[in-house]
């Protein structure tokens, strides 16, 4: 049996060798590269801290996906996150410190309008794409062409128009108008009463608010005295539950055919479970409601691993208003990058105005302010609810899709004061 | 839009919401009325003590029997946060006010922080049979049973802590301490042993409170950060350590409060207390039952 020369044997092994590892350190090189830096700021404490910290979860959940494929065009995906406190007041310096000493490639705004509002300044003069994350209206004065928002509405027509027909449809006249005095409140009901006055709704109560009022017992005598046919409410989570107690106590009048549209937090799984029955009756927006009539490929998966990961987590055990929309931004930005084979900001803007994304919430396609073109702000109605649930929750029939039609699974229940029993 | 009917009804509310701001306020007339400790963390150990409720809450305990169950265990968190700011600050000079003042903000957001650890940043309710119910008066009249409860724990928690500061030794040790811990010293009681029962009662008395915060709204860790302004406006406006003019000035804010939400708009009620205690230190500093 011939033997080679060990030598000659390790020799050509040690070139072999030499010539294999190079070839693969530079393909490890190329799929290890540096990460893509995605910056932003998320409430994880104050009034919008259980909605920050879930919707936090489903980015999360979507880096962690792409960097188990291997990454972005062989680049791993990090989030640069920091707490804003749901304070405004934090956000410019924030995203200073992410773009200028933490040097992240991307952007994605805070959660809600009110801390998205102050950076949207700084962005539009540095020429930065910005994810929009459920904030409200704040490209309206900017018009930056570089923003792309992931909340399934466009300006407060898309968002107030179903509200409000539901309760033409059944003769209303008369509205009442409830709205904390912040950013998003204030828009968004600075809107509706255009709305509601080009169509003829005479306003006949019409009250804001500080932020953080916890006691609403006064107000809602008020809005009872003055006998509305309709009353929209834009609240912050801590009000909008406190609102509901009261309106439970004292009642709104037999007048009031629907009652809600803008309150934030009935979205949030803890609030609805300690309110239960208390919900019943009230009309509100969502941007998801388990209805038969809404299905969306790879959602369902989505809300039930997120649902495992919020038990240890200790955020919203349901998960389905935030977490679902931010996992579309993931979405989104690693279509962008993918197409665009790069980070170039405006190469991405290009590719997100043109394109029609699919993603776990269903196709989004943007319109030159940002904002989606097929807005689907969804007109829910509680129903049938039980004290001290949170599973009836995820069972259909609980919120009724009244508007738009599309999405539509029942009819309106009124007036108020009988779809509450 | 004016009414007699709204007007009643702010009147009657106002009265109502008064006695809650006086529930919360009364530990601190205690604390910082009496004994001169600037406790600006007490909004954070009411908002504990919410917390601590709606935990309690959680069994199957009825909130107020939870307040009542957790009052001996803030008494003890008391005593001995007392002895800490003894320890560190008040045996060491003249400055302990203002070294104080940081010591107790730096409590406010610890027990900020903890809470958000333990807790999470979710809001928290509590379920009980008079939350969400009220008492129809006429059907224009309908009165919240949770603001009755926090209206009769208040009456109750100011009647109790006043014949308690009034005829028992202790209760007068400690309004002697007030007065002149020096001579107290000199008659043989110890002025710090004193103080730091006092304070003990004080945090329980927020344990009490806590529960009626949380019964009154939903809380959150960072609650406490809203009702500094209040508490403290409602103390000063009583006159510092009048238990009594605790309830008075609750219900003077309370009243002006809900006239102005309900006839000049809400923006300017939290304007109110404010406005009252510019008033209150301009005409008469030392409050209305001021020593």
Redesign the interface.
Known sequence: MKQGNPKNITRRAFVGAAVAATAVASTATFAQGAPIKIGLSIA????L??G??AALLGLQMWRDDVNAKGGILGRKVELIVYDDQSNPATTPGIYTKLLDVDKVDLLIAPYGTNPTAPIMPLVKQRGLLLMGNFSFEVNERIQHDMWFNNAPWNDSVTWFSGFMEMGMKRGAKTIAFLAA?AEFSQSLATGAKNLAKHNGLKTVYD????P????F???I??I???KPDVVFIASY??ES??IV??V????VGSTVKLIGGGMV?LQ?G??ME??GS?LNGFVNYTSYAPEKTVEFPGLKDFLSRYAVKAKVE???PLGFYLPPFNYAIGQMLEAAIVATKGLDQKALAKYMRDTEHKTIVGPIKYQRNGEWANARVMMVQFTGLK??DMEQFRQPGKQVILSPAPYKSGELKFPYEKARN | ?F?W??LI??LV?GLL?GCFYAAVSIGLSLSFGLLDVPHIAHPSFLVAGAYATWWLAGFGWDPILAGLFLAPVFFVLGVVMYRLYYAMFEKHGSDAGLRGLAFFFGVAFIIEVCL?LVF??????V?AVY????IDFTD?L?I????LVAFAAALLLTIGLTLYLGKTYMGRAIKAVAQDQIALSLMGADPVKVKQWAFGIATAVTAIAGALLII???V????GR?YIGRTFCVVVLAGLGSMSGTLVAGLILGVAE?IV??FF???W??AVAFGLLLVMLGVRPQGLFGR
């Open positions: 994880q404490t104050g009034g801290g259980a920050g910290k005095d009250q804001k608010y500080p953080n009022t916890n006691e017992s006064s107000m005598r008020s009872k005295a003055s989570p801590s539950v406190a107690r009261a439970n106590e004292i009642g937090g949030f803890p609030i300690s309110l208390q200790k955020v919203d004290d001290k | 839009m009414s009917d709204l009804g702010a509310f919401l958000i999470g940043v979710d809001q928290r309710l379920e939350i969400g119910k009220s224009d309908r919240p049973m949770r603001l009154i709204g939903p959150d860790p960072q609650l809203i809900t939400l309900t708009g809400a923006s009620a939290p």
